[in-house]
């Protein structure tokens, strides 16, 4: 039976028409078809090898093929192994061969390696670091800026006190007869009671006093003068008066009670004894305070200390009465610090007149000390500084703009649009949002009082840095302008000639009226004075020349009447240039 499932085999037909068998692959032949395709694979692996190394050290790469490819220094421009290129508006910025700088596009001057010029500074005295920021950065980072001026300063005071009573107004009232006395009345039997001076207080029944008038009146008949006088002085002492006592001597008859009466006006705030008390001589009847006035005693921090003066003027304000001010005076510093707390004692007296502040209450206390009153202008302040001051009026910056660094105090100023000092100064104690200014800045200079702290940060880019990256120089030791809202785009640039307008603005009238004649620099032609900071003046065979910076001077010397010449050519260009608008 024919088998339907089996597979047909199919052969081929040779050129008779007959089948003839394929041949079977060797063994051979297959090796190397998987060769083959190792080959293939392995091609591919080394490829994916060979680009990724590539991107892994592109950098190396690229640096080796820089070095193969730069060009040779001719012997002209070649600095030999004792020199060396500096920028003068940037020493930072150092190269080993001709180039320009990164920062202001300056050519490089060429010096020995090590010299450093005895008549120069990196930085001026007084200026710590110095950076340029672009103006997109500027805007990025809303940096502002504000002139110094002089502010009337107060520094405001605030403490909390409470109300004491005036110690020279309190009144104790004793029993002043020898032996012992009965109380037999009481007129102020309630304490708070207020009194006024000379009511009654208490009756007291003395037996010496009894004894003592009759020999007032024993003396009297007797003519003898000095046992009255004695009489007289010890009836005093008791605090009986000259007119109770004529009257005795006119009716000639002894008095056996003591009146006791109020030797001030105000409350009675301790009553001692009760009536039939019999009490001793020097026994406590009364105490009578007078709150016409109060004292108020707070306490003062040691760093305040400074601003306290007695007879400042003061302010209180209580809780019982939030709307009321009641005003004093500074009357009192004690001596000695609590030196648990920090803080030292004072006390003001208050005017009491409706005895609204009550003793044992508490009040808060404003003190408004000027800034004038302190010691804050140097030996050398210049006349109109001190008039100034005599007008209570003090050079101030920003709070805001202060950098503490714990050592010092430095204040980032703009020398130039875009280019910040930073400048130590010496500051007095913070009134409000201002510090008094000791040292290190003049009136008219403008800090910055937004964004300091990323100035600050691009000054403390390494040395290495900072001679590539364009805004940090490192330096050794040593209203507002625009809005934070300003949109910042990486295109933009500084106007040069608003930057030009602002350096020349701190010239005198005269050289800069000079300036302006002459326009550009006689030794780099292509620099406007101005450009590359303030113009350095020198004098060419008596003549002042303005150049762009000090990288010059020495050509402008050594050039002498050729740099004359140049500067009248270029005079003559401005003036043209000028007749032409």
């Keep these: 039976m024919r088998d339907n499932n089996a597979k047909r085999v199919t052969e081929p037909a040779d050129d008779m028409g007959f089948n003839t068998p394929e041949p079977t692959p060797s063994f051979w032949h297959n090796v190397w078809q998987v060769a083959k395709t190792i080959q293939a694979r392995l091609r591919f692996i080394v490829i994916l090898a060979a680009v990724g190394g590539a991107i892994m050290y592109w950098e190396t790469l690229n640096a080796h093929y820089e070095k193969w490819t730069r060009p040779l220094v001719s012997e002209e421009s070649a600095a030999s192994a004792d020199t060396e290129y500096w920028c003068p508006m940037h020493p930072t910025i150092v190269r080993d061969h001709p180039d320009k700088c990164p920062i202001c596009g300056m050519p490089l001057s060429k010096r020995k390696k090590g010299e450093a010029s005895a008549s120069e500074e990196a930085l001026p005295p007084g200026v710590v670091s110095r950076v340029q920021l672009t103006p997109y950065r500027v805007a990025l980072a809303g940096v502002q800026t504000a002139p110094i001026e002089y502010q009337p300063l107060t520094k405001e005071i605030n403490t909390v006190g409470f109300v004491e009573f005036d110690e020279r107004k309190l009144a104790r009232i004793t029993a002043r007869a020898t032996g012992k006395s009965r109380i037999d009345k009481l007129y102020v039997n309630v304490t708070g009671q207020m009194v006024r001076e000379g009511d009654p207080l208490a009756l007291l029944y003395s037996p ?51 009146t006791i009466r109020s030797p001030i006006s105000g409350h009675v705030i301790k009553k001692y004894q009760l009536e039939g008390e019999y009490v001793e001589e020097g026994a406590r009847l009364f105490d009578v ?22 007879g400042l003027p003061v302010a209180a304000t209580s809780k019982a009465f939030p709307n009321r001010e009641f005003a004093g005076k500074l009357t009192f510093i004690h001596p000695h610090l609590d030196a648990s707390s920090r803080t030292l004692t004072v006390r003001f007296d208050m ?76 500051l007095g104690q913070r009134c409000g949002v201002f510090y008094p200014i000791i040292r290190g800045l ?7 009082t937004a964004g300091s702290f990323l100035i600050d940060a691009e000054t403390r880019l390494t040395g290495g840095a900072s001679s590539t990256y364009f805004g940090a120089s490192a330096g050794p030791q040593g209203g507002e302008r625009r809005s934070a809202a300003t949109a910042a785009r990486p295109s933009m640039t500084r106007d040069e000639g608003d930057k030009i307008n602002a350096v020349l603005a701190k010239l005198d009238p005269e050289d800069r009226r000079l300036v302006e004649a002459q326009g550009y620099c006689p030794i780099l032609t292509d620099n406007r004075l101005g450009s590359m900071g303030m113009p350095v003046k020198v004098m060419v065979k008596g003549q002042p020349v303005f150049l762009c910076c000090k990288g010059c001077v020495n050509k402008a010397l050594a050039g002498g009447q050729a740099t004359l010449d140049k500067v009248a050519e270029l005079k003559t260009k401005m003036k043209k240039s000028e007749s032409l608008r």
Aim: overall charge negative; aromatic content about 6%; hydrophobic content about 35%.
């Design 208 to 258: 010496e006093l009894v004894t003592t008038v009759q020999n007032l009146l024993d003396a009297r008949r007797a003519g003898n003068q000095d046992l009255q006088r004695g009489t007289r002085d010890r009836l005093r002492l008791w605090g009986i008066d000259d007119t109770q006592i004529e009257e005795v001597l006119q009716t000639g008859k002894p008095i056996t009670h003591l």
């Design 289 to 310: 305070a007078d709150l016409s006035t109060v004292w108020i005693e707070a306490q003062i921090y040691e760093d305040e200390l400074a601003f306290l003066r007695e």
């Design 351 to 426: 005017a009491n007149p409706h005895h609204e502040l009550r003793p044992g209450m508490y009040v808060t206390v404003t003190l408004q000390v000027p800034a004038t009153q302190l010691n804050l202008l140097p030996p050398d302040a210049s006349e109109g500084r001190k008039r100034s001051y005599e007008h209570g009026l003090v050079l101030a910056v920003p709070e805001r703009a202060v950098i503490d660094t714990g050592s010092r105090k430095v204040v980032y100023r703009e020398t130039e649009p875009d280019v910040f000092e930073g400048v130590e100064v010496q």
């Design 442 to 448: 003049s009136a008219g200079d403008r800090v910055a």
